[in-house]
């Protein structure tokens, strides 16, 4: 399976394991992803969800192969508003903390989950980019979640440069809470232990208020942008000249 979970003490691990493409997440995964975190979310037995990948890369981002076939408005608004969002908007309304655990390179929509997520943990070997202008694209979801994670001057500079940023300075920067040198299952395991401390109902509470505060940034209308830009001719010949490149 292309998305796998495992529950181990008070985690639910949600797994993203095609490595052979770099866990680049298709449509299917979206909605198994979804899929995931609602179990996760119902689970008695664990108090965190943590979210990683097999292989060298976290995740490669949105599958270049589904936006090339999003080649229509109507085609473009069901990939980003009815496939993808639900992800982001579950990570975010989760009652549970969901965790990041980057196990290596987050690219584009990689990073942007990672922005999502309550907290994140990443090994040494990690790197973060927002590399769709690069593309064509641009990170429109990177440009409201990130906001207050990296502050405009930061976010400006991810957005516009599209350049990788290592473990360190995604901590240094904010983008995670540490960096994992101990393991990353220990690290996911040592803040659930703690987290299992603070009552599940009160947990719930302070996500409720923090999304209050999330929606101010209207980062749903963040997949309305992109939709529509991703149907601009520049976006539809970046997307040809990448798939050319690296298929």
Known sequence: MQVESK???????????????????????WHDIADKLDEGSASEDSRVIALTGTGKFFSAGEDIVDLSGAATFTAAFDLFIGTMRPVFDRV????????????????????EIV????MAVAS???????AQGKRGIGPALALTLGMPVLGRKRLSEAALTGRKFSA?????????????????????ERLAEEIAQTPPALIRTMKEVMLTQMSMLEYKSAF?????????????QGISKF???TG
């Open 243 to 245: 798939i050319s490149k």
């Open 92 to 111: 975010l309304r989760c009652p549970k903390p969901v965790i990041a655990a980057v196990n290596g390179q987050a690219v584009g929509a990689g990073t």
């Open 115 to 118: 922005f999502a997520c309550d």
């Open 7 to 29: 529950e181990k003490g008070d985690v639910y691990w949600v797994i993203l394991n095609r490595p052979e493409k770099a866990n680049a997440i298709n449509v299917q995964m």
């Open 224 to 236: 309305h942008h992109i939709a529509m830009y991703s149907q601009s001719q520049e976006t539809r």
């Open 124 to 130: 040494p070997e990690a790197s973060f980019s927002l």
């Open 168 to 188: 360190e300075e995604a901590e240094e920067w904010g983008i995670i809470n540490s960096v994992a040198r101990g393991g990353l299952e220990a690290e996911v």
